[in-house]
């Protein structure tokens, strides 16, 4: 382990988690598991931003806990927990609400994005401040590293402008965390609209890959993925779509995409995407299978969560209570 150094990340138990999570942030998670203290976190509070229905989150938290789990996230070396069950991160947040900006939060571009979507003067409270509650959930364990994808760029900086800001007011109390992105898989973009973030809200199925898929409904996803025009298999400005197709297959199987375009040199996109399906296949399945496996016996996954959260609060707690003192609270 890194000199006791700590990762935080999260993910919200909302719709129906993607390839583009996997590679961008749990694949991730999983290789650096072993050079740090993690906390892995389920961000139901985040979640509630927008309207959920009771029991189907519910259900999507054990979900998500199965496939942090699946994965490969052992609860033996990492801390998976949900976040409503630590209520420091909440406290937290207030804190900081009163050390963030408005100016800074109207310029968040997924709160300006899911704003326009209902217009923004009917968008929550809670989905505008959602950038200061994530700074706290970090904060809280003065994480040194932040596994995201691409789209989380701009909350991180603004993690980092709060912790050194409050630093700036109270005095040093917190780690400002680093932002770790991989270089590829950062950004899968949907199979349908290869210009679009492949998103859990999509109402399209085939525009995303869900991890819990079956084989059948992989092969037949990726075979109606949309493609350029032409038929090299290259990754050009101009071929977003077969671009994206080989930043999944880099990302999955490791190689460079050159090594990929050079392996299709002379084949079409078809003998191309049929191997895509089966490398993605072949990824997916096991995670898929042991999944359902843990999902059948929720109590191990409640158990996990329980535990977790326990040993979050320990973490949490102290930290929560240096920045009271900080600022005058005790
Ligand atoms: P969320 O739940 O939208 O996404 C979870 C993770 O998946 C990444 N991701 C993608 N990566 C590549 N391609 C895509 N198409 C794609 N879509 C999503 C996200 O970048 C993210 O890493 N605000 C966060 C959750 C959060 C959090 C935190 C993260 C709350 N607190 C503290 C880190 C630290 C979110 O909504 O992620």
């Known amino acids: 382990m890194r000199n006791g150094h700590r990762v935080f990340s999260g993910i919200q138990p909302s719709?129906?988690?993607?390839?583009?999570?996997?590679?961008?942030?749990?694949?991730?998670?999983?290789s650096i598991q072993d050079d740090y203290e993690n906390y892995f976190c389920i961000v139901d509070l985040h979640a509630l931003t927008v309207p959920q229905d009771p029991k189907v989150l519910r259900q999507k938290v054990r979900e998500l806990a199965a496939i942090y789990v699946a994965c490969g996230i052992d609860p033996e070396k990492s801390v998976i927990f949900r976040q409503?069950?630590?209520?420091?991160?909440t406290e937290l947040a207030w804190l900081l609400d009163c050390v963030a900006k408005v100016g800074e939060l109207s310029r968040m571009t997924q709160f300006k994005d899911k704003a326009r979507k209902g217009?923004?003067?009917?968008?929550?409270?809670?989905?505008?401040?959602?950038?200061?509650?994530?700074?706290?959930?970090?904060?809280?364990?003065?994480?040194?590293?932040?596994?995201?994808?691409?789209?989380?760029?701009?909350?991180?900086?603004?993690?980092?402008t709060l912790a050194r800001r409050?630093?700036?007011?109270?005095g040093e109390t917190f780690v400002v965390p680093e932002v770790f992105i991989p270089p590829v898989g950062a950004r899968v973009m949907a199979l349908d609209e290869p210009t679009a973030k492949m998103s859990k809200s999509a109402p399209a199925p085939g525009s995303?890959?869900?991890?819990?898929?079956?084989?059948?409904?992989?092969?037949?996803?990726?075979?109606?993925?949309?493609?350029?025009?032409?038929?090299?298999?290259?990754?050009?400005?101009?071929?977003?779509?077969?671009?994206?197709?080989?930043?999944?297959?880099?990302?999955?199987?490791?190689?460079?995409?050159?090594?990929?375009?050079?392996?299709?040199?002379?084949?079409?996109?078809?003998?191309?995407?049929?191997?895509?399906?089966?490398?993605?296949?072949?990824?997916?399945?096991?995670?898929?299978?042991?999944?359902?496996?843990?999902?059948?016996?929720?109590?191990e996954l409640d158990e996990i969560l329980e535990t977790g959260a326990e040993k979050a609060r320990a973490v949490a707690r102290p930290n929560l209570e240096s920045a009271w003192t900080r600022m005058g609270l005790s």
Request: no cysteine; glycine share 8%.
């Open 15 to 30: 719709g129906n988690l993607h390839l583009g999570n996997y590679l961008g942030a749990l694949k991730n998670w999983v």
């Open 208 to 299: 995303y890959i869900a991890i819990l898929d079956e084989p059948d409904a992989i092969r037949r996803k990726i075979r109606r993925a949309k493609t350029d025009s032409g038929t090299e298999v290259v990754a050009s400005p101009e071929k977003p779509a077969i671009a994206n197709l080989l930043g999944i297959y880099a990302a999955i199987t490791g190689s460079a995409v050159e090594e990929i375009e050079r392996r299709y040199e002379g084949k079409g996109y078809g003998d191309f995407k049929k191997d895509l399906a089966e490398v993605v296949v072949e990824g997916l399945s096991p995670i898929r299978d042991r999944a359902l496996e843990l999902l059948d016996d929720p109590r």
């Open 119 to 160: 217009g923004a003067e009917a968008a929550s409270v809670g989905l505008y401040v959602y950038p200061v509650l994530q700074a706290a959930d970090v904060l809280l364990y003065n994480a040194h590293l932040v596994p995201v994808g691409e789209d989380q760029r701009q909350h991180l900086e603004l993690m980092r």
């Open 166 to 170: 409050f630093n700036g007011l109270y």
């Open 84 to 89: 409503s069950r630590v209520s420091e991160h």
